[in-house]
């Protein structure tokens, strides 16, 4: 069993940056793969971005490649989304989610977060 919980939502302006966290506690946080998943208001789930166990390999929806930067640190058990050059279309509720493959589809996470709602305004 993983829990997950994200953290760093918020109201920002913009062109402005967050950085939203994701803590795990549980089992051997470090042998799965993390992604980030976005819900906007009346919209799907969408996938963000996702990272390798190692951190050594990270993949990027189109809509934030060069904006949003994964990383995540084992030692901490914690994952990070770094969203720069935010914009309104990014408004959604974030979500961190947990996987044993490589995947950027929901269907192939294990674990879930609850979730941390970012709105940007314009």
Do not use: H
Request: proline fraction near 2%.
């Amino acid at each position: 069993q993983v829990q997950l919980e994200e953290s760093g939502g918020g109201l920002v302006q913009a062109g402005g940056s967050l950085r939203l966290s994701c803590a795990a506690s549980g089992q051997a946080f470090s042998s799965y793969v993390m992604d980030w998943f976005r819900q906007a208001p009346g919209k799907e789930r969408d996938f963000v971005a996702l990272i390798s166990r190692n951190g050594l390999i990270t993949r990027y929806a189109d809509s934030v490649k060069g904006r949003f930067t994964i990383s995540r640190d084992n030692a901490k058990n914690t994952i990070y989304l770094q969203m720069n050059s935010l914009k309104p279309e990014d408004t959604a509720v974030y979500y961190c989610a947990a996987g044993r493959l490589l995947s950027n589809r929901g269907e192939a996470m294990n674990y879930w977060g609850k979730g941390t709602l970012v709105t940007v305004s314009s």
